[in-house]
């Protein structure tokens, strides 16, 4: 069955630290996974995609997250993390097969940036 | 360019009543997609729309249902409603393509949905 996991329900991080949210997938043939990052009493917001190529993956904010088919890892990450980066993240995978698709999310993972 | 719309932002029903829900998808958008947001069971897929067809279907039961009007503005409706129903419902446009997924999409602000 294809599955995400974000096994940190939290992460704290300090300012001006580097931070990684963690994710990890299962699912049959190539995967194509995503990264949202959901604001207070606002809606879920595109960070970055991974579909082929280039293991290391820039989006939005200073965000990138590094692919590893051999780990089954899409980690999301950032050299150094701002006030504003606190948020709730979601990992997210496509699922199906051709037009029959959907995608699968992760249960979110808190980050806390402190000043 | 405006962003996606979803109204009426708060909902407080009843159980046993029937509600729908409306998303305006940014402009040129084809695809609607919808979610239901729990805190037990997070973002769970509902249904897609594409052209005034639903292309793909979630896990839930009949009672959540939509449609897709020609401008590409997109209902849900929840019968017989139960408290279980209580959620935060987003939804999501992205532009038209074979495979959506591939494409981001983006969020409205959500309906928060209340059933007692």
């Known amino acids: 069955a294809q599955s995400v996991a974000q096994p940190e329900d939290q992460v704290n991080v300090a300012e001006g630290n580097p931070l990684t949210v963690k994710c990890t997938y299962s699912v049959s043939g190539n995967p194509y996974l995503f990264w949202y990052v959901q604001y207070p009493n606002r809606g879920l917001q595109f960070l970055l995609k991974?579909?082929?190529?280039d293991n290391l993956v820039k989006g939005s904010y200073g965000f990138e997250a590094e692919f590893n088919k051999s780990q089954t890892s899409f980690h999301l990450k950032k050299p150094s993390a701002l006030v504003s980066d606190s948020a709730l993240y979601f990992c997210?995978?496509?699922?199906?097969?051709?037009?029959?698709?959907?995608?699968?999310w992760g249960a979110g993972t808190k980050l806390i940036i402190k000043p | 360019k405006a962003g996606v719309t979803q109204t009426p932002r708060y909902l407080i029903k009843t159980r046993g009543q029937q509600v729908t829900l409306s998303c305006s998808p940014i402009?040129?958008?084809?695809?609607v997609s919808w979610y239901q947001q729990t805190p037990g069971q997070g973002l769970q897929f509902l249904f897609e729309y594409f052209s005034e067809t639903q292309r793909n279907k979630g896990n839930f039961p009949g009672r959540f249902s939509g449609r897709q009007f020609s401008n590409s503005r997109s209902e849900m409706n929840v019968s017989t409603l139960e408290l279980g129903d209580s959620a935060l419902y987003l939804c999501?446009?992205?532009?038209?393509?074979?495979?959506?997924?591939?494409?981001?999409?983006?969020f409205g602000p959500g309906t928060r949905l209340t059933v007692t």
């Open positions: 997210a995978v496509r699922s199906g097969r051709d037009s029959n698709y959907q995608l699968i």
């Open positions: 402009s040129g958008h084809r695809s």
């Open positions: 991974y579909i082929t190529g």
């Open positions: 999501a446009s992205s532009l038209a393509g074979s495979y959506v997924p591939l494409w981001e999409q983006y």
